[in-house]
Antibody, heavy 127, light 107 residues
């Protein structure tokens, strides 16, 4: 079964740090871009970061640049999000998601849809 | 950043109705547009990618069209399990951005 399982969410004070993990199973993890997406309580979805298949390219939304770091360990089928200098506005459910449904537009390039999602892990930033 | 808008923000419909939700991008995104369904307490589920490609296992009553900036999602013959919130998302350029969502509830 294709699956993503997140862990590591917790209650942390402002300024604190947390490391989220996402373990993949049922597919060749190293063949896919991977993403973190978050959802604040009662709000919509916000893309946070993504990382290329071999880890050579990483991208972030501006609001987390310099504070969050995405990484992966393909040998362990694992995706991570190191979160530092946490703020109240980082409070959210954090999902990992696979970039798997591809629309090719030439020369091996593609856009993708996020076709597999974990169940989410909750991060609460509060004193 | 590319801004995504959705209309309407919510709608009420009956089982068997056909409904259309529209997503608009602030600039051309080619066909790099995805649609997701989310139910309370659940992770999002991909329905449509590349503007019009139906993800495997998704019922054919869901259909997406459009290119450049305007993208309609149509649900023909609404079923009870379709009452949910729907989000569009562009993956044309970083940062990927989602629309604010459209809540479909029962009339």
């Amino acid at each position: 079964e294709v699956q993503l399982v997140e862990s590591g969410g917790d209650l942390v004070p402002p300024g604190g740090s947390l490391r989220l993990s996402c373990v993949a199973s049922g597919f060749t993890f190293s063949s896919y871009w991977m993403n973190w997406v978050r959802q604040a309580p009662g709000k919509g979805l916000e893309w946070v970061a993504n990382i290329k298949k071999e880890g050579s390219e990483k991208n972030y939304v501006d609001s987390v640049k310099g504070r969050f770091t995405i990484s992966r360990d393909n040998a362990k089928n694992s995706l991570y999000l190191q979160m530092n200098s946490l703020r109240g506005e980082d409070t959210a459910v954090y999902y990992c998601a696979r970039g798997g449904s591809k629309l090719y537009y030439g020369s091996g390039n593609y856009y993708y849809g996020m076709d597999v999602w974990g169940q989410g892990t909750t991060v609460t930033v509060s004193s | 950043d590319i801004q995504m808008t959705q209309s309407p923000s919510s709608l009420s419909a009956s089982v068997g109705d056909s409904v259309t939700i529209t997503c608009r991008a602030s600039q051309s995104i080619n066909r790099a547009l995805n649609w997701y369904q989310q139910k309370p307490g659940q992770a999002p589920r991909l329905l449509i990618y590349g503007a019009s490609s139906l993800r495997s296992g998704v019922p054919s009553r869901f259909s997406g069209t459009g290119s450049a900036t305007d993208f309609p999602l149509t649900i023909s013959s609404l079923q009870p399990e379709d009452f949910a919130t729907y989000y569009c998302q562009q993956t044309y350029s970083i940062p990927f951005t989602f629309g604010p969502g459209t809540k479909v509830d029962i009339k």
